[in-house]
């Protein structure tokens, strides 16, 4: 069973571009989170997603950023009009159906660096 | 401050010695857990403590979760140069099912060869 996936594992972009970061939750995880990580510093949440549904975007900026997770295909973290400040680590975490907080599993991180 | 603050900020000890991190939160949780991050990798699940549950051991890990006093520590024992890494202790919010994480700062153990 592989572990969740992610990539690309590096992504730079110039300001203004966008950036699309992808995630492949472990075999029967229903669940995904993404999170992101500005140097030394924890893991902040931005949202939370089941197939199909934005279930908690309460952590996700306003504007340029949106997620989604379809019915077939990867997690999808869009970053649009990038701005230096975005640079970053963005994790990807699932889980399976199940009681709250359990364990997530992470993925390796796309490392965001903006010019 | 936030859910789930380390302490200390950075620890550094030589090989052998034990290692002992703080975690604390602020409101109430189902569980706590506790995560380890090599430099620039992901993040590693060590091990999860339930509300209803004061000790758990895991190897030479050893979390304590005292919810009187919202906190919790992490020991590590008889530690090697492969401890070396960030240490993240992680809350979830107590009320939702599937719900997200809050992280603490993290405590930077360096163990020393």
């Known amino acids: 069973n592989a572990g969740v996936m992610q990539n690309p594992r590096h992504l730079v972009r110039r300001r203004g571009q966008e950036a699309r970061l992808r995630c492949s939750p472990m075999k029967g995880h229903s669940h995904v989170y993404w999170y992101r990580q500005l140097p030394e510093e924890g893991l902040k949440f931005m949202v939370y997603?089941?197939?199909?549904?934005?279930?908690?975007e309460s952590g996700m900026p306003k504007e340029r950023f949106s997620a989604e997770f379809p019915k077939e295909g990867p997690s999808i973290l869009r970053i649009q009009q990038v701005v230096r400040g975005d640079s970053a680590a963005y994790f990807c975490a699932s889980s399976p159906p199940s009681l709250a907080g359990d364990e997530q599993f992470f993925g390796p991180g796309t490392r965001l660096t903006v010019l | 401050s936030q859910q789930g603050e380390e302490d200390p900020q950075a620890l550094s000890i030589q090989e052998g010695e034990n290692a002992t991190m703080n975690c604390s939160y602020k409101?109430?949780?189902?569980?706590l857990q506790w995560y380890r991050q090599n430099s620039g990798r992901g993040l590693v699940h060590l091990i999860l403590i339930r509300s209803n549950e004061r000790e758990k051991h895991s190897g030479r890990l050893r979390v304590t979760l005292d919810t009187s006093k919202k906190s919790s520590s992490l020991l590590i024992t008889a530690s090697r140069a492969a401890d070396t890494a960030s240490y993240f202790c992680?809350?979830?919010?107590?009320?939702?099912?599937?719900?997200?994480?809050?992280f603490g700062e993290g405590t930077q153990l360096t163990v020393n060869p």
């Open positions: 992680a809350t979830d919010d107590g009320e939702t099912s599937g719900s997200r994480l809050t």
């Open positions: 409101t109430s949780i189902n569980n």
């Open positions: 997603l089941q197939k199909e549904n934005i279930i908690d």
